[in-house]
């Protein structure tokens, strides 16, 4: 218990953290509106605008990387594709997610999956601290185990022996802080699902590549 509930109060201060600059923006747009001599409106309810879908596309994706999901049924792969997609827009990363790795790849992937698919991507954007390019592809192997490989490059890529430990199951409760508790989440997603993960790390390249068992 006391675990679980460290990993929320970690969580909710990475949140909290990442939702304030669009929420912030939003209202200092709103407070420019309010101010009298103001002749930049277009400007400020531009800002308004960007930083509000920023925020709600933010929300919409956390919803689905850390709220409750159902233990059966499927994940509408183009839907969750839209919105990662939407989620890096305008961000320094870019997103490459074809459609050919969604619904048409004819491969199923749980809402649990998909959930860790999220996690992923956010374990992926937070090594890419400068930026950079992170791409999905979805499929299955000769025996039909589903492969899921996110690989993300970029300049000044960020890896340390501490996420290396999270993925081995190395890390105690004590060590746990905000900035490692996205990989330590992930890494429980990914043990749930009874799925591997292994991680190839190079100069400027972060390769992450997800399998579960048929059946």
Same mark, same amino acid.
């Given at each position: 218990?006391?675990?679980?509930?460290?990993?929320?109060?970690?969580?909710?201060?990475?949140?909290?953290?990442?939702?304030?600059?669009?929420?912030?923006?939003?209202?200092?747009?709103?407070? =420019?509106?309010?101010?009298?001599?103001?002749? $930049?409106?277009?400007?400020? @309810?531009?800002?308004? @605008?960007?930083?509000?879908?920023?925020?709600?596309? %933010?929300?919409?994706?956390?919803?689905?990387?850390?709220?409750?999901?159902?233990?059966?049924?499927? !994940?509408?792969?183009?839907?969750?594709?839209?919105? !990662?997609?939407? =989620?890096?827009?305008?961000?320094?990363?870019?997103?490459?997610?074809?459609?050919?790795?969604?619904?048409? !790849?004819?491969?199923?992937?749980?809402?649990? $999956?998909? #959930?860790?698919?999220?996690?992923?991507?956010?374990?992926?954007?937070?090594?890419?601290?400068?930026?950079? !390019?992170?791409?999905? #592809?979805?499929?299955?192997?000769?025996?039909?185990?589903?492969?899921?490989?996110?690989?993300?490059?970029?300049?000044?890529?960020?890896?340390?022996?501490?996420?290396?430990?999270?993925?081995?199951?190395?890390? &105690?409760?004590?060590?746990?802080?905000? %900035?490692?508790?996205?990989?330590?989440?992930?890494?429980?997603? @990914?043990?749930?699902? &009874?799925?591997?993960?292994?991680? #190839? @790390?190079?100069?400027?390249?972060?390769?992450?590549?997800?399998?579960?068992?048929?059946?």
């Amino acid at each position: 218990m006391i675990e679980e509930l460290k990993i929320a109060e970690l969580l909710c201060t990475r949140l909290c953290h990442d939702l304030t600059g669009p929420i912030g923006a939003v209202n200092n747009g709103a407070e =420019f509106l309010s101010e009298e001599g103001f002749n $930049m409106q277009g400007q400020a @309810v531009e800002l308004i @605008v960007s930083s509000a879908f920023s925020a709600v596309t %933010r929300l919409q994706f956390y919803r689905m990387a850390y709220g409750r999901v159902k233990d059966h049924g499927e !994940a509408n792969l183009s839907e969750k594709q839209k919105l !990662a997609l939407d =989620f890096f827009t305008g961000s320094k990363i870019t997103l490459d997610w074809p459609d050919e790795f969604t619904d048409s !790849a004819g491969v199923s992937i749980s809402l649990r $999956m998909a #959930r860790l698919i999220y996690n992923l991507l956010i374990v992926a954007s937070s090594a890419l601290i400068r930026g950079g !390019a992170i791409a999905v #592809r979805i499929g299955q192997d000769s025996q039909g185990n589903k492969q899921v490989i996110i690989s993300a490059t970029g300049a000044g890529l960020k890896w340390d022996e501490e996420m290396d430990k999270i993925f081995k199951g190395q890390l &105690s409760l004590a060590e746990l802080s905000a %900035r490692n508790v996205q990989t330590y989440l992930t890494k429980r997603y @990914v043990d749930d699902l &009874s799925a591997t993960l292994s991680c #190839r @790390v190079g100069e400027e390249e972060l390769i992450l590549q997800l399998t579960q068992p048929a059946g």
